[in-house]
């Protein structure tokens, strides 16, 4: 049994990269149906390792003396980006119909390639191969930022590839020295290892590029140029949340930093914090909750930094949450941009009685972010500040707190300019409504449901 489940574990791994490239010989009017047939594959091949991932079984397979492996933390990570994938690739069917056919395949390539490196960074054992795998999402997301290759579109991407890459690098030195330390490139040898504070600021920086933490947040903001499936891509299912992984994976579950690295804390939670006070007076929808992201990444980001059992366990819970609430409410802000035919929220208004779905998926998936009972996000949040307050840094709870009360009125802000107030004229057609307005209704009900079962 475990041969077979070990099997899957590398179809689970190889499934995203064959799919692309058999994407590339369908004609290019199916090939986002097709993209959607392979991640609804790959969602089958993470739900049937789900059981024996949290169990005692060890899953692994070995590809020329390199390891990959699947535990509960994999799966989390690799079950939530499979399942946003699909609800996106569903979405992206109904938002690029009437684009061409080029365009609908290279969306459906790149964003296979995308699902596939995230794969390959959570299963990753060797701390080589989870680099390549981290960089070649850093290239599928230029790829996709600058997507319809404007100049200006251009720029952003170039911007963000750069600094991601930057940050990448001087977390690759940081692996040079956790090899000195360790001996050992392989994470689960590594396993309560210590390492000093510089080697942990080495990697720490690659993860604020990456998860777009002051002071390299500001490409994600520009990002936002890109389509809204790439968006989405960008802050819900991949791109910003292999950081969080990384965090989680080396310093929540595998070495000990001999040293204080508050700092790093510190340092994200002010992100999390400024990244809100700019959403309160930002007009772009999608920048809004571009900060939006920043801001709640910070805080994970600081969480984890707590190296506390119960505030890594309640980052977990927000992870989930956060992936699903941004992920829907990406998708919704795509759907409002085609209806009012502009980005600026001071031009919407009263969707509240003319689309009660999309009222209804924003609503829920807004409340999730924010935490508010019984959505998940409320439950990652109360554990994450719990662990603060266990780990006894006071303060520091007190600014989490905060950061939360500004995502509220932010997000309470926009929700007022778009759904409620004076009705203004839409001009959205009926092509491609449907499976855009299911794929958002589905995201916010699975996050009910979720909070519904942590409940009980």
């Given amino acids: 049994m475990t041969g077979q489940y070990n099997l899957l574990l590398l179809s689970m791994l190889v499934l995203p990269f064959l799919g692309a490239f058999g994407i590339r010989l369908l004609p290019g009017r199916f090939s986002i149906r097709g993209g959607l047939v392979v991640l609804l594959a790959q969602l089958a091949l993470c739900s049937a390792l789900l059981k024996p991932a949290f169990s005692s079984k060890f899953l692994f397979i070995e590809i020329k003396g390199i390891l990959f492996t699947c535990d509960a933390l994999s799966i989390i990570f690799a079950l939530t980006s499979v399942f946003i994938g699909v609800l996106i690739y569903l979405f992206a069917t109904g938002y690029f119909v009437k684009e061409p056919a080029g365009e609908r395949q290279k969306f459906a390539f790149w964003g296979l390639v995308f699902v596939g490196s995230m794969m390959g960074v959570v299963l990753s054992d060797n701390l080589i191969s989870l680099y390549t795998f981290w960089e070649l999402a850093g290239l599928c997301s230029w790829r996709l930022i600058g997507f319809y290759r404007k100049d200006e579109h251009l720029m952003k991407a170039d911007k963000a590839f750069l600094l991601t890459v930057a940050g990448a690098g001087l977390m690759f030195l940081g692996f040079t020295y956790i090899y000195r330390f360790t001996g050992t490139l392989s994470i689960l040898e590594m396993t309560n290892k210590s390492i000093p504070p510089f080697v942990f600021a080495l990697f720490f920086l690659g993860v604020l590029t990456k998860s777009a933490t002051f002071p390299f947040h500001t490409w994600l903001a520009d990002a936002s140029v890109a389509p809204t499936p790439v968006t989405a891509f960008l802050h819900a299912a991949v791109l910003v949340k292999i950081g969080i992984y990384g965090m989680a994976r080396l310093f929540g ?87 009012f035919g502009t980005k600026d929220i001071r031009a919407m208004g009263g969707l509240m009685k003319k689309a009660p779905a999309l009222t209804y998926a924003f609503l829920l998936s807004m409340l999730s972010v924010i935490g508010i009972p019984p959505l998940p996000g409320f439950f990652g949040k109360v554990e994450a500040i719990t662990g603060m307050i266990a780990g006894r840094h006071i303060i520091f709870a007190f600014m989490a707190i905060l950061t939360s009360a500004l995502t509220l009125l932010y997000l309470f802000r926009l929700f007022r300019y778009v759904f409620m107030g004076e009705s203004k004229e839409i001009s959205f057609g009926n092509a491609g409504f449907k499976p855009m307005n299911a794929s958002v209704v589905i995201l916010a009900t699975v996050s009910l449901l979720i909070g519904i079962f942590l409940v009980m």
């Fill in 253 to 339: 579950a595998t070495l000990f930093v001999g040293g204080g690295v508050m700092w790093a804390g510190w340092l994200a939670l002010f992100s999390s914090f400024a990244a809100g006070i700019v959403a309160m007076r930002e007009t772009d929808i999608k920048k809004v909750l571009a900060y939006s992201t920043i801001s709640q990444l910070g805080f994970m980001i600081a969480a984890l930094a707590m190296f506390n059992p119960i505030a890594v366990r309640g980052i977990l819970i927000f992870y989930v949450a956060h992936a699903l609430g941004k992920g829907c409410l990406f998708l919704c802000a795509g759907i409002t941009e085609r209806m």
